[in-house]
């Protein structure tokens, strides 16, 4: 009940299309839903999050969607660049209990030129 | 630095020795976590601090394993009597408030082989 489930696993894009990652979770006491980036040799880093009271949350070329009646997530990247490749996670976490975010196991992108 | 900050970048130790990771959060920050990434997979919970107070240590995989944040700053993440699927990332992480939504900004980690 506390996973989170992501795929693809990886992903390779054209330039300029739409990349799609899926993450789909049981817990419902979750409530906050962030996803991360991650390039070689660093730390992952917050990208953009969403709380179920919204459907969506658009920053720039990366869009959240959230779908709290079927438990799942997507983030979509429009116009992907060769800089978005990277590996993307995404996770959760719940006001129950402490703050700990539960991640999704990523998804390595590549973005061909 | 600004960042979170991590050492030994590596570490390479002998099974059946202890050893000791350190975690250096960024100024300010309340919530320490820890985190163990294995190669191609998502980070997997260890441990977290609010302060100095271990808040929920329900991820350490065994007795083996315990951390510390004496005075609400640095941590230390040891090992005792290693194993080889100790054999991992060890990701640090800090967020200003100890609250939903407060970003984790992760330090590089420290890669831990046990031979």
């Known amino acids: 009940q506390q996973q989170v489930k992501q795929s693809p696993q990886s992903l390779i894009v054209q330039k300029g299309g739409i990349s799609i990652i899926n993450c789909a979770y049981e817990n419902t006491a979750f409530d906050y839903f962030p996803w991360y980036q991650q390039f070689p040799g660093k730390g992952p880093a917050l990208l953009i999050a969403i709380r179920p009271d919204v459907s969506e949350k658009k920053e720039g070329r990366f869009t959240i969607s959230f779908n709290k009646s079927a438990k799942q997530f997507s983030l979509h990247i429009m116009d992907s660049q060769p800089g978005d490749s990277a590996t993307y996670f995404c996770a959760a976490s719940g006001t129950s209990g402490t703050y700990k975010y539960i991640f999704g196991t990523g998804t390595r992108l590549k973005v061909l030129a | 630095g600004a960042g979170v900050s991590q050492s030994p970048r590596y570490k390479v130790t002998k099974r059946g020795q202890d050893v000791a990771l350190r975690c250096d959060p960024i100024?300010?920050?309340?919530?320490l976590y820890w985190y163990r990434q294995a190669l191609g997979q998502g980070p997997e919970f260890l441990t977290y601090f609010n302060y100095e107070a271990q808040q929920d240590k329900s991820g350490l995989p065994n007795d083996r394993f315990s951390a510390e944040r004496p005075e609400g700053s640095i941590s230390t993440l040891t090992i005792q009597r290693t194993e080889q699927r100790d054999s991992a990332m060890y990701r640090c992480?800090?967020?200003?408030?100890?609250?939903?939504?407060?970003?984790?900004?992760f330090g590089n980690g420290t890669r831990l082989t046990v031979t």
């Open positions: 992480a800090s967020s200003l408030q100890g609250q939903l939504g407060s970003p984790l900004h």
């Open positions: 100024s300010g920050h309340v919530s």
